[in-house]
């Protein structure tokens, strides 16, 4: 492999990250010796940027602006490719860099994203403060349309876009039975809906304080100003929904800054809806943050007025510390180390069915996912062994595939998390009882573990692991399940499972998150607001929204003589 590694660099790459032995490793050699230096060849591109998933900054020049296109356009893979672009006032607009979106199934190329640079993300925001003044004086039922437009421009595409969602996210893209339109990239995009229906129900009404004579005092209610959204990549489709959104229809103007491992589907909804609204209201940029981040350029913008971040809790607290500086608004959206507590009274199977569902929806890659199962020691050994079957009879592979349940973890860097925490769990006694390890092949699979013989003290329990392995905790008294589950710096979502309806009810209202379940867990809240306690962030989304979007003003105004 040194000799190798010394006469073919693409051999590396492709050892590294595709899993090749080293016989095969020497036929890709081979046929990299024919393709080198051929424009567009598979190998090259993967030298320059398609395989460097991990978060350093990698030793070559990003993708010609030739390449970023799909290898297929989005699901006909006998069609021309596909080739993406900003949108930035209004128009499409082409770079000369890019880089490689990996879709986690075979860690080869699914796409090339444009990369942007301080340029791209300095005229989009002018463009967004140029438009702000007329979007916010134009009438709330007219950006109502604005938003309507949108959907209706999105809705023909809506299996187009599943399809191109699970090629660069991993989960399963579902639709393709009534049975599973609830899964995957599919059920992402109905969640989707609810944002734009949401938006025909807003109301922004004037408050009459006092009335003074000559004068009377109203409280009004104005849009923040510039807002960025920037988007995780776990549900890249939803989460960009729920805050362009209301943004919009609040009178902001809005730029979305997706993740780099998921932007495909992002700019393809942006090239869909660029006439929907007025030139400027609406921009979308991104970067490969190993080279220039986007989305810290947006954050340190003075003329950005709003930041609202979904994505973990490092970056959340740095963007909340730089945008001190100017006061700038945020809403932050974070991780969760969220438990379960299931009690005695409770059917071992069909409580493990549900905390299943609860633990590895979307590969365990959800923000609110059971990231804990407190389970009674009467129904502990049951439990564990239901929880063990459901995990070796979860069907995971490719989400392309109809028969798929659970895809692979979204990118390198997540797999490598969840491992390093697992093995970390392992080392210090705990017993695996399925799964534990990485699938062999290609992609970013993890097989869907079961861990038992942990508590407190242990990282699989005190973190986020944000993937497919639960740690079981056996418990003999409700209130200690309680002051477990609280025991946390995290404070998202929660669950309690019992046949005692009352109980359970008071137990759930006695969870420090910011949203709980009774019987269910990711159960649909129907827009309600939604965010976090303590460190799981600032702030809300959902719900009317009023004050993420808009601030509060006190008028004095005087009468017009009648």
Known sequence: LQFLYLIGPAVKEARTHMHLSTGRAVAALRSAARWQGTPGNPITQARYGALHVRYTRPLCSPVPRANYTTMAAHTDPNAAPHTYKLLIDGELVEVEKSFAVLNPATGQPAGYCPDCDQEHVDKAVAAASKAFRAWSKTPLEERKKCVANAWKLIEPHKAELAALLCQEQGKPKGGETPERMMVGATLEMLLAETSFEAAQRVKIEEELWKDMGEHEVVVCRRPVGVAAGIAPWNFPVVCLFMKLVPATVYGNTFIAKPSPFTPLTTLRIFELIKDAFPKGVIN????????????????????????????SVPTGKAIMSNCAKDMKRVTLELGGNDAAIVREDCDPKAAAKGVFYGAFANTGQVCVAVKRAFVHEKIYDEFVAEMTKNAKEAKVGDGMKADTEYGPLCCEMQLNRVSELVEDAKKNGANILTGGKRREGAGFFYEPT???????GFRIVDEEQFGPALPIIKYSDDEDALDRANNTDFGLGGSVWSKDIKKANEMAADLRTGTVWVNEHLGNTMGAPFGGFKQSGVGRENGDNINTWTETQTLKRAKVAA
């Open 284 to 311: 979308c940029v991104v970067s490969d943050d190993r080279r220039f981040r986007a989305g810290e350029a947006l954050v340190n913008s003075k003329k950005v007025d709003k930041i609202s971040f979904t994505g």
């Open 450 to 456: 079961i861990i038992t013989g942990v508590q407190e």
